[in-house]
């Protein structure tokens, strides 16, 4: 059984504060393309959203959305958060601006996690990668301890299984799964573009 987290507490400071997972790409939220992929490869999705009054806005049906416990941390509170309110083992996590997700590749994660804390693709993408539940959790809340945002001081702190991507690339020959968007130019420029269709 498996669980995805998908971190949506950003601030949007590239996109004057506009909530990016809401964002429209192709006619819907970005958050909507996550969803409806990873409904096929994982069990539950949770929503991990900065405070309650972005909560409210994330709503989607059979998704549950949760909060950052601690505020100020960035990706390492989100799954943290996340990883606490998942029901299973092992947890895909992502950012909320990655629309192009693909299940193969989170399956392919899946797997390459078994008998590992993390499955991370390599050159690294820690907001793109299958961690297990408890050492995750307790890595997450070392670093808060210690004043450490950085999610790689994180990932340092877990046994790690290093997926090339060019192993990745033999499922998804463009890598869309990890294009994300930063700013209103790549939205105008992924809605013009047939990119990963």
């Known amino acids: 059984m498996r669980t995805a987290v998908v971190l949506a507490g950003g601030k949007g400071s590239r996109l004057n504060y506009v909530e990016k997972a809401l964002l429209k790409l192709r006619g819907k939220p970005i958050l909507n393309h996550i969803v409806e992929t990873l409904s096929e490869c994982v069990d539950e999705i949770i929503v991990v959203a900065r405070d309650e009054e ?102 340092d702190q877990l046994q790690a299984n290093y997926v090339p991507k ?14 994300n968007i930063n700013d209103f130019e790549d939205v105008e420029l992924l809605n013009k573009r047939t990119i990963c269709d």
């Open 54 to 155: 972005q909560q409210m806005k994330l709503h989607l049906a059979g998704v549950k959305v949760v909060r950052d416990e601690v505020q100020g941390f960035g990706p390492v509170a989100g799954i943290c958060s996340g990883l606490e309110a998942s029901s299973f083992e092992y947890s895909f996590v992502a950012a909320c601006d990655m629309p192009f997700i693909k299940a193969d590749v989170v399956d392919l994660l899946f797997r390459k996690a078994v008998g590992y804390d993390v499955a991370i693709p390599y050159p690294l993408e820690p907001l793109h990668a299958v961690y297990r539940r408890e050492t995750t959790i307790r890595a997450a809340k070392a670093a808060i301890r210690r004043r450490k945002g950085a999610i790689m001081y994180v990932v």
């Open 166 to 179: 060019e192993e990745i690339r033999a499922i998804d020959p463009e890598l869309c799964t990890f294009i």
